[in-house]
Nanobody, 118 residues
Framework: QVQLVESGGGLVQPGGSLRLSCTIS??????????LGWYRQAPGKQLEFVVG???????NYANSVKGRFTISRDNAKNTVYLQMNSLKAEDTAVYYC??????????WGQGTQVTVSS
């Protein structure tokens, strides 16, 4: 059974940075054969797409994070990262990673809380 485990969330001041990690285990499919995405849900709001990366390495960012967030992956560690810079209060949310394509498409992690506050 595939598992996605996010980590790296926390409390950060506006303008600060965080790096989220999502490690995938329990799958014989290596990470670069998967499409992956990060999503977030702020309190009282709907789930929102943040960024995606295809199996070919093409990336797609939400306008709200373009130029501030960067997705990357380490195939050897079966991990996808989300580097978040210049954080704003409106980035506060629970962040989730998801397998978006491949045989395991639809699998989600449990989420990690990001709070941007002074």
């Amino acid at each position: 059974q595939v598992q996605l485990v996010e980590s790296g969330g926390g409390l950060v001041q506006p303008g600060g940075s965080l790096r989220l990690s999502c490690t995938i285990s329990g799958s014989v499919e290596i990470i670069n054969a998967m499409g992956l995405g990060w999503y977030r849900q702020a309190p009282g709001k709907q789930l929102e797409f943040v960024v995606g990366i295809t199996r070919d390495g093409n990336t797609n960012y939400a306008n709200s994070v373009k130029g501030r967030f960067t997705i990357s992956r380490d195939n050897a560690k079966n991990t996808v990262y989300l580097q978040m810079n210049s954080l704003k209060a409106e980035d506060t949310a629970v962040y989730y990673c998801k397998i978006t394509s491949g045989v395991l498409a639809g699998a989600w992690g449990q989420g990690t809380q990001v709070t941007v506050s002074s």
